[in-house]
């Protein structure tokens, strides 16, 4: 397994880009921790197909290099970097039997028999197809396909990396839930390097250490699911993790004064917010408190989603969502406080820190 370096990489697709929207990925340069299982999160279009194929080496960065273990390995091919990959639509052999397809790239590497043997029927229980080892793949359903290409993507251990694109898009909602546990499993006992892309943010939670969060070809945060949560470094986190998403209303900052509409919060410090055109605060749903105390809110709806209800409110002219408890009672004339802690500054929709 391999430390995976992102040196200063950035990519267009055209040839002489002008501008940053020539890039599909703009400046990417960070180090990814060997035996790390990472998500890269984002929206369609964000780039993270393009980061993917640059790490396994169908795509030569514009500019940039990728290193392993600190060895520069930009200019070598994909079965040179030693790299494993299951894409979102199956990649097997359709007349060789399914045993045959787990063990096609380990005897591709020289292993010997009764390791190979050993190997497959490990992964055959995992990916719940041992009854089926000596079927064909043809005639198989597209579910089964598609959990062989995932089974070779992991038979192998000796490779630096496995790279994994919406690989359980075609897998029904159940098993897709059982074959993610399992991956997280496997990656728990073997320290594999993974790198997971999906546009699903359950995905992403529970099946990696750090999220990678992608948007419009930049990685805005990289973090664990609580960072993401209580702490969005970019307001696009804050939208895209949780549901509802963080609420973000224009705001005036001076000093430690944060001023929306005609209310005004008193912060513990002075964000540093200097030259910004724009100034928003953040705050998720569950750090609101309803109630008779605070800011005054006009109620628009109610959601009932079972144990939590959402309030839809308008608050200093914007509209604010906020998580309750099923039980927890909406006066007329409601009121809200946001926790001091959970309350974030952004200038121009990046989190900010205190003025030094
Ligand atoms: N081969 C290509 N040639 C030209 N432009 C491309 C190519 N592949 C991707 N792009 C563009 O690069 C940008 C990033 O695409 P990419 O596929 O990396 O995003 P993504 O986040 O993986 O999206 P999706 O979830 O839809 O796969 C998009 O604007 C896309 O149109």
């Given at each position: 397994?391999?430390?995976?370096?992102?040196d200063h990489?950035?990519?267009?697709?055209g040839?002489?880009?002008?501008?940053?929207?020539?890039?599909?990925?703009?400046?990417?340069?960070?180090?990814?921790?060997?035996?790390?299982?990472?998500a890269?999160?984002g929206?369609s279009?964000?780039?993270?197909?393009?980061?993917?194929?640059?790490?396994?080496?169908l795509?030569?960065?514009?500019?940039?290099?990728?290193?392993?273990?600190?060895?520069?390995?930009?200019?070598?091919?994909?079965?040179?970097?030693?790299?494993?990959q299951?894409?979102?639509?199956?990649?097997?052999y359709?007349?060789?039997t399914?045993?045959?397809?787990?063990?096609?790239p380990?005897?591709?590497?020289?292993?010997?028999?009764?390791?190979?043997?050993?190997?497959v029927?490990?992964?055959?229980?995992m990916i719940d197809?041992?009854?089926?080892?000596?079927?064909?793949?043809?005639?198989?359903t597209?579910?089964?396909?598609?959990?062989?290409?995932l089974?070779r993507?992991?038979?192998?251990?000796?490779?630096?990396?496995?790279?994994?694109?919406?690989?359980l898009?075609?897998?029904?909602?159940?098993?897709?839930?059982?074959?993610?546990?399992?991956?997280?499993r496997l990656?728990k006992?073997?320290?594999?390097?993974?790198?997971?892309?999906?546009h699903?943010?359950?995905e992403?939670l529970?099946?990696?250490?750090?999220?990678?969060?992608?948007?419009?070809?930049?990685?805005?945060?990289?973090?664990?699911?609580?960072?993401?949560?209580?702490?969005?470094?970019?307001t696009?986190?804050?939208?895209?993790?949780?549901?509802?998403?963080?609420?973000?209303?224009?705001?005036?900052?001076?000093?430690?004064?944060?001023?929306?509409?005609?209310?005004?919060?008193?912060?513990?410090?002075?964000?540093?917010?200097?030259?910004?055109?724009k100034?928003e605060?953040?705050i998720?749903?569950?750090f609101?408190?309803?109630g008779?105390?605070?800011?005054?809110i006009?109620?628009?709806?109610?959601?009932?989603?079972g144990?939590?209800?959402?309030?839809?409110?308008?608050?200093?002219?914007?509209?604010?969502?906020?998580v309750?408890?099923?039980?927890?009672?909406?006066?007329?004339?409601?009121?809200?406080?946001?926790?001091?802690t959970?309350?974030?500054i952004?200038a121009?929709s990046w989190?900010?820190?205190?003025?030094?």
């Amino acid at each position: 397994m391999a430390r995976i370096t992102l040196d200063h990489i950035r990519h267009a697709y055209g040839p002489n880009p002008k501008s940053e929207k020539d890039y599909a990925l703009r400046e990417v340069d960070h180090e990814w921790n060997d035996g790390g299982a990472y998500a890269l999160l984002g929206p369609s279009g964000c780039g993270k197909t393009t980061l993917l194929n640059i790490i396994s080496g169908l795509v030569q960065p514009s500019h940039g290099r990728i290193l392993f273990d600190g060895k520069d390995v930009t200019d070598l091919s994909t079965q040179q970097r030693n790299i494993a990959q299951v894409f979102q639509f199956p990649v097997i052999y359709d007349t060789m039997t399914v045993y045959d397809n787990l063990a096609f790239p380990l005897r591709n590497r020289g292993v010997a028999e009764p390791e190979v043997d050993r190997r497959v029927r490990e992964i055959l229980e995992m990916i719940d197809l041992s009854g089926w080892a000596n079927r064909r793949a043809r005639g198989l359903t597209a579910d089964q396909k598609q959990k062989i290409s995932l089974g070779r993507g992991l038979v192998r251990s000796d490779v630096n990396a496995i790279l994994f694109d919406e690989p359980l898009t075609v897998i029904d909602p159940h098993m897709k839930w059982v074959l993610r546990s399992q991956l997280k499993r496997l990656h728990k006992q073997f320290g594999f390097t993974m790198v997971y892309v999906t546009h699903d943010q359950t995905e992403a939670l529970t099946f990696a250490d750090k999220v990678v969060v992608m948007y419009d070809g930049e990685i805005v945060q990289i973090g664990t699911p609580a960072e993401l949560f209580e702490r969005p470094s970019h307001t696009f986190v804050g939208y895209f993790i949780g549901s509802p998403g963080m609420n973000f209303m224009p705001a005036r900052v001076e000093g430690n004064a944060v001023r929306m509409g005609g209310e005004t919060l008193t912060l513990d410090y002075a964000p540093k917010t200097t030259g910004a055109t724009k100034t928003e605060l953040g705050i998720r749903p569950e750090f609101i408190r309803i109630g008779r105390e605070g800011m005054p809110i006009t109620v628009i709806k109610v959601e009932d989603i079972g144990r939590l209800k959402i309030v839809r409110a308008q608050f200093a002219g914007q509209p604010l969502a906020i998580v309750t408890s099923e039980d927890a009672e909406i006066p007329s004339e409601a009121r809200v406080t946001f926790e001091p802690t959970a309350i974030g500054i952004y200038a121009d929709s990046w989190r900010v820190g205190r003025e030094a």
